[in-house]
């Protein structure tokens, strides 16, 4: 099994930073993509920021210039600096990612959340 570990949220007051980190282990062949989504209370979860095919980057544009996703492929770990935090930023952060166990068979896998409050 593949399991997606998180860590690093907190409580950060306004334009402060914070380091997410997302470190996949298990039976895996491959990676995909990975990247980091969240959720706020009473709102959807929506991305933040991902690696998607060929380690193209996208990010939302609420976090454009603010936000960096970095990755270390030896470790299968990706990291999130998230810088100029404001308020609205606070959500709980997931890590997703879409891995292959075998060269076909390819599943999407969540991690656990990790809680980012930004308030002064």
């Known amino acids: 099994q593949v399991q997606l570990v998180e860590s690093g949220g907190g409580l950060v007051q306004p334009g402060g930073s914070l380091r997410l980190s997302c470190a996949a282990s298990g039976s895996i062949f491959r990676i995909h993509s990975m990247g980091w989504y969240r959720q706020a209370p009473g709102k959807e979860r929506e991305l933040v920021a991902r690696f998607t095919t060929g380690g193209v980057t996208d990010y939302a544009d609420s976090v454009k210039g603010r936000f960096a996703i970095s990755r270390d492929n030896a470790k299968n770990t990706v990291y999130l600096q998230m810088n100029s935090l404001k308020p609205e930023d606070t959500a709980v952060y997931y890590c997703?990612?879409?891995?292959?166990?075998?060269?076909?068979?390819?599943?999407?896998?969540w991690g656990q959340g990790t809680q980012v409050t930004v308030s002064s």
């Open positions: 997703n990612a879409d891995i292959f166990l075998m060269v076909n068979q390819v599943q999407n896998y």
